[in-house]
């Protein structure tokens, strides 16, 4: 089994909202975890089947049984989230989300019932406090 992360891949200069996942990239691979590279996209109405044929690409190296991290939020909207986890779970992964932020609290929306029924289908959930834990 193996252990692999989201890692995405920025074409800018390195910006402040990248530190965290940066920091869990960073801290994942020191301990033998493996990098899965995305790139975020603008394409806010891209087709499925290129979401699907992009994570092919990303997920080629996984095996059923193997764990992967999926960093919230990936910063290609909810929809490229929802087709990563069908992905996941259609190759048999183990699925963890690790939870940085959501978009309807960074946003100052009402909850958005979309957004929570997508991370209640991961695995685990790792979030950063209790009062987070408590919220989900």
Do not use: C
Not at 11 to 19: I, Q, R
Not at 99 to 110: A, N, P, Q, T, Y
Request: no cysteine; proline share 4%.
């Amino acid at each position: 089994m193996s252990y692999w992360v989201f890692d995405h891949i920025e074409v800018d200069d390195y910006l402040v909202f990248d530190k965290p996942k940066r920091d869990v990239v960073t801290f994942a691979t020191a301990i033998g975890w493996q990098k899965l590279p995305y790139f975020i996209t603008a394409w806010s109405d891209e087709p499925e089947a290129s979401i699907r044929a992009r994570l092919i690409g990303v997920l080629a190296a996984t095996q059923a049984g193997d764990t992967v991290l999926h960093q919230v939020p990936s910063y290609n909207g909810y929809r490229y989230d929802e087709i990563v986890l069908d992905e996941m779970t259609q190759r048999g992964l183990i699925n963890v989300a690790i939870v940085h932020d959501l978009e309807s609290i960074r946003l100052g929306e009402k909850v958005l019932e979309p957004e929570l029924t997508l991370l209640r289908q991961f695995k685990a959930i790792i979030v950063h406090n209790q009062r987070m834990k408590a919220w989900l």
